[in-house]
């Protein structure tokens, strides 16, 4: 069951992270998979961790039509920086992972921009790192009711 609620709480995120949005709206979307993964990187490294990252990452690559692999090395990584500072920062205070995830979610976004620029002729613009500060008002809204989850299910 508890294998279950974490598979389903990463299949939303995918869900919400492909949901069309208003061209305005668009450039502000949290980059839920990468929080969800977070989360339950935080809570669980021994069952959530980088190669859940890294097929959630391949899913993300084809339901987004962008080059295979590229958000599967963005995730994969960010998650193994989360993976092996896990026990400190599941101890800060919700403001301060928040701050965390800024920093996790530019990363990506950056790992994400520098791959495509190889591999395609794409620019970067301001509006471009808005995900990074929305995912981490987001943050404080998710992490409560994913606990709660985990609560609610006995999910250990």
């Given at each position: ?7 389903l709480?990463?299949?939303?995120a ?19 998979v ?17 190669g ?19 958000h599967?090395?963005?995730?994969t ?20 992972q ?18 495509e620029h ?38 250990r």
């Amino acid at each position: 069951m508890s294998s279950l609620v974490i598979a389903l709480s990463l299949l939303v995120a995918m869900v919400m992270a492909i949901l069309p949005l208003p061209l305005g709206i668009d450039a502000f979307r949290p980059d839920w998979v990468l929080l969800v993964i977070f989360y339950w990187t935080l809570a669980l490294p021994h069952r959530v961790s980088v190669g859940i990252a890294w097929l959630c990452g391949m899913m993300i690559d084809i339901m987004l039509g962008s080059t295979l692999g590229v958000h599967a090395l963005a995730l994969t990584l960010v998650t193994y920086v989360a993976t092996m500072n896990f026990q400190r920062v599941r101890n800060f205070p919700v403001w301060q992972q928040a701050g965390v995830v800024v920093i996790l979610v530019a990363a990506k976004l950056l790992l994400v921009f520098w791959v495509e620029h190889l591999t395609n002729d794409v620019v970067i613009t301001g509006r471009y790192f808005w995900p990074a500060l929305t995912s981490a008002a987001m943050w404080f809204w998710l992490f409560p009711l994913l606990r709660r989850l985990r609560r609610r299910f006995r999910i250990r």
